[in-house]
């Protein structure tokens, strides 16, 4: 596993109006130049415009892997010129980190502030408005290549050229793309069903998801 990469971008944005749409979100991130501080709430000067779907303790932080925007651009080459680092509304940019690399429950050292990885990212349809691709958010959940969200376990200061370090690596094994190949199963062993279900790193949003999964399958077996 890579255990240290190099942070490429720390982006934050204010809610405003949706283009085309009215709504308001908070999608519309800049990349930021100096260090920002970082608390249980995320980066201090980013907001959220649907305060139900974003923010709280277990999604403090948004993670996105940019090498995922090369597959992005070739899948959708309308859009590909837009399509660049930001573009999906994450916090946190990095090269050489992925899905298949990162565990729920993870401690990663951002710059001086420590988070666990709490859940995988399901955006929503924002990103596929955003670029005016309505495929967009459902290839990006299907390919499991969403990213990932951060709790904040210690405040501190991050941005671009800092260290993503993993300080601690979760023991169950399971990779958010395990997780996302198991969501996407009509049938996932039970087993792991259990252990998701029950794994206290996962937020409580998730685990009651595959809860209730594990329990239709118990009722029909």
Partial sequence: MTDIVTITGVYQGQVGPMEGDGRPTA??????????????????????????????????????????????????????????????????????????????????????????????????????????????????VDSGRSGWLYRVLEPGYVGPGDVAERVEEAQHGVTLADMWTLHHMRRPPIQDLELLASLETLAESWRKRFASRLDWMRRHA
């Fill in 27 to 140: 999608i519309y991130k800049e990349p930021v130049r100096e260090a920002v501080a970082v608390d249980d709430a995320g980066l201090v000067g980013d907001s959220r415009g649907d305060t139900r779907a974003h923010g709280g303790p277990d999604r403090a932080l948004s993670h996105y892997p940019a090498e995922h925007y090369a597959v992005w651009a070739q899948a959708f080459p309308d859009a590909a010129a837009d399509l660049t680092p930001g573009v999906l509304g994450e916090n946190i940019s990095t090269n050489g980190l992925s899905e298949g690399h990162v565990c729920v429950g993870d401690v990663f050292r951002l710059g001086t502030a420590v988070v666990q990885v709490s859940q995988p990212r399901q955006p929503c349809w924002k990103i596929s408005h955003r670029l005016d691709v309505p495929e967009l958010a459902r290839a990006v």
